[in-house]
């Protein structure tokens, strides 16, 4: 049965619904222990589009509440008390909710369950690979004739749609959901709207079921959590200061400019005779003659700049994962070990990043900031990567809108100097102090990592330098390496992140242009260093293989599944095959392009991604969970102390828990921040210390003018550039770039600029 909660009751004759007031709708709904939820909306945006329904109900009955009519508030002690609330991609309809300060207690999100048991499979398969896989899951998408690059694919459908063919064998009708945004609340959207939750408990006790068998339940009760402050976050967004932006746009072009001319001007020495050069000789009546060179080679196009590589011999030869072929690219993972072949490759690489930045994070971004806010919103994924950690961006082609991705944002100055709070609040950052380097070393369960961590200087970077390169005194302080070695640390720094990512000899011997002899020499020293290391290695390679799934954390259950781990072991089982090695050999010589070579190479390709993943996988992963669970307790505490909606969550750029305060409470709000990352950090992290960089809290020196910008430094930080400089910020208040000290100076050159100040 279908009621419909509306004030405007001439506007419809129901014939398959009845009208009711809010008092009956409530009297009906009570003795629910578990209601679906779902809304219809006229739009993506809650801040600038409109509510046109709520729906509350289960199997037997739907309640359609009309919010044009009707105040949704009316509905807040319900939708606030114990009740379980079922949600398909929950995140969406607790924005709206949030919109008028109503914020559910327990959630079940059922599109977060099917990410969760699915987590490791991509969205799409080619048919090529779904042969090999036959994974029945997914739908086949046939090409789209009128679309030129448009290709047949397998999807991996998880909307609602979707999973009510899978658990109830039932076809809900979606075609009126296009139709919703012009229609308004009509009859035929009424019948529509009811239907998005009348299965959302029947479907939940299957996934339960499944969740269970697959050791996932403990996994989803943290999603379920971590939805509510991730809503709220995407709710939030983040206040952007539009000049400041503007002014950092044409900073940005004017380095792509600059790095343009530097390749023009390569391009003018090395190939003055080319076709890529022209030179008007002939002149006009009106701007005379202009005998200098112009490059006519257009930087941007692929198909233009692929031959003057390979002229100078630059293999482009890389494989395209979707057609599983090798094709020509001038990436940076191919261009970048090749720099030595070519010295226009580094300054390419630049300006490929320069570019990118600026269309991905130049008038992009203004686009998107609310007019009436003027606050950046965006969109975050729980389950965002095989690791569980969030993600941020993504499109939507229905609404035409892309949104932009947060995480991938530069950590620059100038970027962050765009970020800030509202008249009244203030900014509050906190992130944790070289995270990934203590979470490997406590996963790895390594002693030298954990001894370094936990009694030396904290600094890995050269610790590995030390164990890689003899020569570096080993009872030398890191500060003196830093200054006596510092090209031997970057370099091991290098070798350092491709060993902790499961990389070998081989791996170095191609990214860095080594010899083989060296870089076994450099792979044997720093395994012997990090002895626990390479044991951790060794299990997670022989783990993942015979599970087929990554064991992301066992205290809590979350796995990431080898998508084709059954066509590998099948691969496998062929390789023992009497006489199949020799076969092998043979065709490699004699037809490498046959399909026994080509399996052979698709074997190895495959397991050393997976081999790298398995390592790699559980840090990120453990690193996600710290993140989330300090998000999950810090969202609860707002809420029991009636602080949610005056404390902001903003939207993260970076790796990093962002809120903006009231100004007399901020420096509570970022003690309390702080307190609940170090206990998460703790309950995840055994062996090491988990520490939390907190901009306004004990570890901040205070407010001052720098370089024209007003900033908060860090004091962790701040002790490395030396007592002179503190003195001096702390006497004046302000401190210029050129008067640093050459020891503050390197430290930038090694990391970049400012990396010890947030500007707001």
Not at 168 to 181: A, H, P, V, Y
Not at 394 to 419: H, I, W
Not at 455 to 480: N, S
Not at 734 to 756: A, C, M
Request: net charge neutral; aromatic share 12%; charged share 30%.
């Amino acid at each position: 049965m279908i009621y419909v909660v509306t004030k405007n009751i001439e506007l419809f004759e129901p014939e398959k619904y009845k009208i009711i007031g809010v008092d009956e709708s409530l009297s009906l709904l009570k003795p629910l222990r578990i209601v679906g939820v779902d809304t219809e909306t006229s739009g993506l945006s809650c801040h600038k589009d409109k509510l046109l329904s709520l729906q509350l109900g289960c199997f037997d009955f739907q309640v359609v509440i009309d919010c044009l009519t009707t105040d949704i508030t009316l509905y807040e002690n319900y939708l606030e008390s114990d009740r379980l609330f079922l949600f398909h991609n929950a995140k969406f309809d607790l924005q709206w909710l949030y919109k008028y300060h109503i914020v559910p207690r327990n959630v079940y999100d059922l599109f977060l369950a099917e990410k969760l048991m699915w987590l490791g499979y991509p969205t799409v398969l080619s048919p090529e690979v779904w042969d090999k896989i036959q994974c029945p899951r997914y739908d086949y998408v046939p090409a789209d004739p009128s679309k030129k690059s448009s290709k047949a694919k397998y999807v991996l459908y998880m909307n609602l749609k979707k999973l009510g063919e899978m658990y109830l064998g039932i076809e809900l009708d979606k075609s009126i959901r296009g139709q919703i945004i012009y229609k308004g609340l009509t009859e035929d959207v009424i019948v529509y709207a009811a239907n998005d939750v009348k299965y959302l408990e029947k479907i939940r006790e299957l996934q339960l079921k499944q969740l269970e068998k697959q050791g996932l339940l403990t996994a989803m009760e943290y999603e379920n959590k971590a939805i509510l402050p991730i809503a709220y976050m995407c709710y939030c967004g983040i206040k952007m200061d539009k000049d400041k932006w503007q002014k950092k746009m044409e900073h940005d072009q004017s380095i792509l400019n600059s790095i343009k001319s530097e390749m023009d001007k390569w391009l003018i020495e090395h190939e003055p005779d080319s076709k890529y050069i022209k030179i008007d000789r002939q002149g006009n009546l009106f701007s005379g003659f202009n005998t200098e060179p112009q490059v006519t080679l257009n930087w941007n196009s692929p198909k233009q700049v692929i031959p003057l590589f390979k002229k100078y011999g630059v293999d482009t030869t890389a494989l395209d994962k979707e057609d599983d072929e090798d094709k020509d690219s001038i990436g940076a993972k191919v261009l970048g070990p090749q720099k030595d072949k070519c010295s226009l490759i580094p300054l390419y690489i630049r300006y490929k990043e320069m570019k990118k930045l600026c269309s991905t994070y130049g008038a992009n971004v203004l686009k998107q900031i609310d007019k009436d806010t003027g606050r950046l919103y965006t969109n975050f994924n729980s389950l965002g990567t095989d690791t569980a950690r969030i993600s941020s961006g993504g499109k939507d082609k229905s609404a035409k809108v892309e949104y932009v991705n947060m995480l991938n944002m530069p950590a620059d100055a100038k970027t962050r100097a765009c970020f800030i709070a509202e008249s009244g609040n203030k900014w509050i950052s906190a992130d944790y102090s070289g995270q990934e380097s203590f979470i490997m070393a406590d996963v790895a369960d390594d002693k030298e990592m954990i001894r370094e961590l936990t009694y030396g200087e904290k600094d890995l970077h050269t610790l590995t330098a030390k164990i890689v390169f003899p020569e570096i005194p080993k009872d030398m302080p890191a500060k003196e390496v830093k200054k006596q070695y510092h090209k031997l640390r970057s370099e091991a720094k290098g070798y350092e992140f491709a060993f902790n990512y499961a990389g070998n000899d081989n791996t170095i011997m191609r990214n860095f242009g080594l010899t083989a002899k060296r870089a076994k020499e450099i792979y044997d020293n720093y395994m012997r260093g990090f002895n626990g290391l390479k044991r951790y290695i060794e299990f997670r390679k022989k783990d993942w293989f015979s599970k087929g799934y990554i064991d992301l954390n066992p205290k809590v259950g979350y796995r990431a599944y080898i998508y084709d781990w059954n066509y590998l072991r099948k691969l496998q089982v062929k390789f023992k095959e009497p006489g199949f090695w020799d076969y092998y050999r043979e065709m490699k010589t004699n037809a490498p392009k046959c399909d026994t070579v080509q399996m052979v190479k698709e074997f190895f390709k495959r397991k050393s991604d997976s081999d790298r993943q398995s390592v790699n996988y559980p840090i990120q992963h453990t690193g996600a969970l710290c993140y989330k669970v300090s998000m999950i307790n810090f969202f609860e505490y707002l809420r029991r102390n009636d602080l949610l909606f005056k404390v902001l969550i903003t939207v993260t750029p970076y790796d990093e828990i962002n809120c903006e305060a009231p100004e007399e409470i901020a420096e509570d709000i970022a003690k309390v921040l702080y307190d609940i990352m170090v206990k998460a950090g703790a309950y995840f992290v055994h062996r090491v210390k988990l520490d939390v960089d907190v901009s306004r809290h004990k570890l901040c020196i205070g407010d001052f003018e720098f370089n024209g910008e007003k900033i908060m430094v860090k004091g962790d930080v701040i002790a490395s550039m030396g007592e002179d400089v503190l003195v001096n910020i702390r006497t004046n208040q302000s401190y210029k770039i050129k008067d640093l000290p050459k020891s503050y100076r390197e430290y930038l050159d090694d990391n970049g600029p400012l990396p010890t100040y947030w500007v707001h």
